[in-house]
């Protein structure tokens, strides 16, 4: 028994590949460019036809009681929650003489700390005037509430000081009352009792004249805020301009469109699971890539893309047409995604074919009569799929047929007894390129090669499989085995099909 040591490592395949993501994002760009576009458009129109109410702004200077210069904006935010309360809004909508309820004015205005102590004030109304007076009747009616919490505190504070004096008066009163009671004549031994006395008089005068300034200082703090607290920026109207809230509206559509954009492609791509580099392509249709094709346009391609393009296609052809005559069996063109142009690659090789001798199209693609080129006057023949038996054998067949959702797959043995696959870069998922390379070998189909159409044109992944012949075509292997006079299909891989990693540089 021998144990094979020359296996391959497995590779685990990356969760979520960014660079096909980012390709496959690149390609749907006319998506999230749309979608850019339409929200500027809608940004644009947002502030044409839904331009802001008509507002005012008014900044009052408060002043606190307890203003600290490390304060850290704890007070004015408390001052912006007091401007929005009911109390405020009704004081100030009584004296506008208003019908408006105070919890619907609460909507139509806002308070900002933009310091300690400055407090802004924004008001939005049914015109400039109204929106000012508004403005004027909040600051106000903050103002006088203001004012009025900080004297009645002043005012609680100096009474409670006042208080705490009184007691103490009455006190020192009891102390100089026994002090008066006690004559020289007493015991010498109550002189230290004196001394208390007098001790405890002296303190209680020092406190009631303490309790005394602090609250002569209590109120006289009042009038200090009284005088402090005022408006220092008159309520005035705030000027809209169109043309700037136009741009500023586009500019906020347009990145939100071009973020949704991208996040729609993204995420779209990632469900969809569809393979757009070379290497993935034929890695799961198990045929290296051949050659790569621009999508032929329907429309009439620049002036400055026709001579590029007409090369590519020109070098394509003659890379077939050498594939083909090197072949001795029937060779078909099976599309995925690219019906028009397979059809325009078939008329083209059918041609490049004919100087060697009668080549018919057996077409099982309608696309190819709409490309309205077969049956020209002096070109290829052109017969459906069903008159495929009529064709003499000594002609040169060239097949056009689908691999698409919904093949017939029994057909295709008909078109050819091997195949060039036509797929467009980014339109099969990864389950269905398994699904055709699995048909195509059971169908003992082998796939000489793949022709990319529409491909990236950042994409520098290899797409060449050294070792594919020997693993994607195992319906040209098994037939080969049923050849062999043993009957037995031998395993092992041929000494030079050695599996080469994929590069990220373009074979050349």
């Known amino acids: 028994m021998t144990t094979d040591t020359t296996s391959e490592p497995s590779t685990a395949a990356p969760l979520l590949n960014l660079q096909a993501l980012v390709v496959a994002v690149r390609r749907r760009r006319r998506l999230w460019c749309s979608l850019a576009i339409l929200g500027l458009l809608l940004g644009a129109a947002v502030a044409v036809l839904r331009p802001p109410p008509p507002a005012a702004m008014a900044k009052v200077l408060v002043a606190h009681q307890e203003d600290q210069p490390n304060d850290t904006g704890t007070l004015i935010r408390t001052d912006v929650e007091v401007l929005q309360t009911t109390r405020i809004a009704d004081k100030a909508l009584k004296s506008l003489k208003s019908p408006v309820k105070p919890e619907d004015f609460l909507r139509d205005y806002r308070g900002t700390g933009v310091t300690n102590n400055l407090l802004q004030i924004d008001v939005t109304g049914d015109s400039d005037a109204d929106a000012v007076a508004r403005a004027k009747a909040l600051a106000d009616a903050f103002i006088a509430d203001h004012i009025r919490r900080m004297q009645a505190a002043a005012k609680a504070e100096s009474k409670a000081l006042r208080d705490q004096g009184d007691r103490m008066r009455n006190e020192l009163a009891r102390v100089n009352k026994s002090i008066g009671g006690r004559t020289p004549e007493s015991d010498p031994g109550s002189s230290a009792s004196m001394e208390s006395l007098f001790a405890r008089r002296a303190e209680l005068t020092s406190r009631i004249a303490d309790f005394d300034q602090r609250a002569e200082e209590a109120r006289m703090g009042a009038p200090r805020i009284i005088a402090g607290t005022q408006i220092v920026d008159d309520p005035r109207a705030v000027e809209h301009s169109l043309p700037m809230a136009v741009v500023t509206n586009a500019a906020i559509g347009l990145v939100l469109g071009l973020v949704l954009g991208l996040a729609v492609a993204a995420v779209g791509s990632v469900v969809a699971d569809r393979p757009v580099l070379r290497r993935e392509i034929a890695a799961n249709l198990g045929a290296s890539v051949i050659a790569e094709l621009r999508r032929v346009p329907r429309r009439p391609i620049r002036l400055w893309q026709l001579r590029r393009t007409r090369a590519a296609h020109e070098r394509l052809i003659s890379t077939l047409a050498r594939t083909v005559r090197d072949s001795a069996e029937s060779v078909s063109l ?175």
């Not at 693609?365 to 069903?386: F, K, Y």
């Not at 017939?408 to 043995?413: M, R, S």
């Not at 048909?439 to 520098?460: E, K, M, N, S, T």
Request: hydrophobic share 40%.
């Open 334 to 508: 099976l599309e995925l995604g690219c019906a028009h142009s397979t059809s325009v690659l078939a008329l083209d090789l059918a041609k490049a074919l004919s100087e060697e001798g009668p080549v018919v199209i057996i077409d099982d693609l309608p696309a190819l009569q709409r490309a309205g080129r077969g049956q020209e006057p002096g070109g290829p023949a052109v017969v459906s799929a069903d008159r495929a038996a009529t064709v003499p054998h000594q002609m040169r067949r060239l097949g056009v047929g689908s691999v698409a959702p919904g093949t017939a797959w029994t057909g295709l043995q008909d078109l050819g007894s091997q195949t060039v696959l036509v797929v467009r870069a980014g339109h099969g998922s990864t389950a269905w390129l398994h699904t055709v390379a699995r048909q195509l070998a059971d169908l003992l189909i082998p796939v000489i090669g793949v022709v990319l159409v529409d491909p990236d044109p950042r994409d520098r992944t290899d797409g060449t499989l050294w070792d594919g012949r020997h693993t994607a075509l195992r319906g040209h292997n098994e037939r080969l085995a049923r050849q062999n006079a043993a009957g037995r299909q031998s395993s092992e891989r041929p000494s030079w099909a050695v599996r080469v990693p994929d590069s990220d540089q373009e074979a050349r």
